[in-house]
């Protein structure tokens, strides 16, 4: 455990949730199951009994680390990376390793999304701890796969291939875009394709050498900005060079080019709660369907809706059957369940 790092990737802006999730405020921020608890503040607890807390960083947006201090405050205010801009997950990935890398040459780290939802805890922290003495030591890589239940055409796919011999692991054949439906139903026949839930794990030096030869270009960004980590130019630096990077995937950039990718098949009650209808699906269900996040929420002859407001307002829906009906900071959004991939052509001001 002393050396086992976690990285959380917080940058996102969750505009599928809107107008619970806005640009200034996203989902990961946000306590979107009413448990009391928001998707980062869970994320960093799954790892509780994995990781120590001054081995934990969190990259995220300069405009969110105010947000990030609040809200994991346990957290080394030092380990809170802030990107000037987006430039997707490898070069987010390669700042937060390259720093690690310069003072603990031995790490062994979890790199996880702040915004996923996990069921079974228990399962998770041992799918992960399988996954970390795995890659302690050689030169694996390893994400976790999760086992579909259902031809889920907004997820990415793993193909895995053979099982290693006495482990769980498997490795992977290849990496496949988000499916159409026809397709998402032959890999679910098919046994062996998992959802690709952004999870990776690898010791320090296994990542840092993959980006140095299936990312160049970032890992020469990543050796200018080196001599000032840990110094007083270090923001000023990473403001300089950080928007030169390559605006790419880990995906892309490393892991359907690297030859030892492994996986780890998992059941743990994962979603990465990217939509409402996800939402819908983890909330506890009346008889008729229906789901809320909220103090005082009343269905009338309704089915299959789900409800989430932010105060404590008396909601009482009549005669709906699939719709959306959300509410915070003044905005209310009434949608059809099935017409949620338009929410972002909804929030356009």
Known sequence: MADNHLVIMAGGIGSRFWPMSTPAY?????????????????????????CPMENRWV?????YTSIVKEQLPEIPEQNIL??????????CIAYACWKIKQ?????NIVVAPSDAFVLDVEEFRRCIKVALDFTQTGTAIVTLGMKPNRPETGYGYICSGEKLPDQEIHQVESFREKPDLETAKKYLAAGNYLWNAGIFVWNVHTITAAIRQYAPQIAGVMDELSPSLYTDREAEELKRLFPTCDKISIDYAVMEKASNIYVLPAEFGWSDLGTWGSLHTHLQQDTDGNAQVGQDVKFFDCKNCVVHTSEERKVVLQGLDGYIVAEKDGYLLICRLEEEQRIKEFSQD
């Open 103 to 107: 003072r603990h040459p031995e790490a």
């Open 26 to 50: 996203p989902k990961q921020f946000i306590d979107i199951m009413g448990c009391g608890k928001t998707l980062i503040q869970l994320t960093a607890d799954r790892f509780n009994g994995i």
């Open 59 to 63: 990259v995220t947006s300069q405009k």
């Open 82 to 91: 802030s990107e000037p801009e987006a430039r997707n997950t490898a070069p």
